[in-house]
């Protein structure tokens, strides 16, 4: 695992450890992060599901101002915190380590994000859809900017809807579906 382009190009990452999480090949994540290029320089980004933080920190060496990392598997936190650690932005990024369905349901939590990446364990789909509609209703209403990005990866055998987002691009690789949503009332 290694960060593509930006500040941080070519810079490897402690790789997840077991079966816990899922990472992205460099080949999908270059051509997500090609997608979403336009909208990274500044943005404040939602790592939800982080594992070791491929994502979030890709965005960040991308220009992103910002990214908060959900992560609740203690060994994936680890190998997160110590990726952030060696690339130095400890000062623009933020762990939680909680339950990330509960965590969401806190209407005092001000932040909004331009970007989230929404990738949960593809077995949620099934086993926990409706706590993922929840969570992206949540989000919609209390912590997403106007014009942000959800990008949900799971499945490509599988289909969840999360409204009030809604679906304006969507990509397949190989088993793999990335869905770019947005929030339906803008």
């Not at 090949?25 to 939800?48: M, N, Y």
């Not at 599988?158 to 009332?185: H, I």
């Amino acid at each position: 695992m290694r960060i593509i382009a930006g500040e941080f190009r070519g810079r490897k990452l402690l790789p997840p450890q077991g079966q816990q999480t899922r990472p992205i090949t460099d080949r999908v994540k270059q051509s997500l992060f090609d997608i979403l290029a336009p909208s990274i320089e500044g943005a404040v980004v939602f790592d939800c599901f982080a594992g070791t933080g491929s994502l979030g920190l890709e965005a960040l060496s991308r220009g992103a101002s910002r990214a908060v990392f959900f992560e609740q598997d203690r060994s994936a936190v680890r190998l997160l915190q110590e990726n952030i650690r060696a690339l130095g932005v400890s000062d623009r990024a933020k762990v939680v380590s909680a339950d990330l369905f509960r965590w969401f349901e806190k209407p005092e939590w001000a932040i909004s994000a331009g970007m989230v990446f929404l990738d949960p364990p593809y077995r949620f789909l099934s086993e926990r859809s409706a706590a993922l509609q929840s969570l992206g209703k949540g989000m919609a209403e209390r912590h997403l900017a106007a014009e942000a990005i959800v990008v949900f990866r799971h499945d490509a055998g599988d289909r969840l809807e999360l409204p009030p987002l809604v679906r304006y691009d969507e990509r397949e690789y190989g088993g793999m579906t990335l869905e770019f949503l947005r929030r339906g009332d803008v």
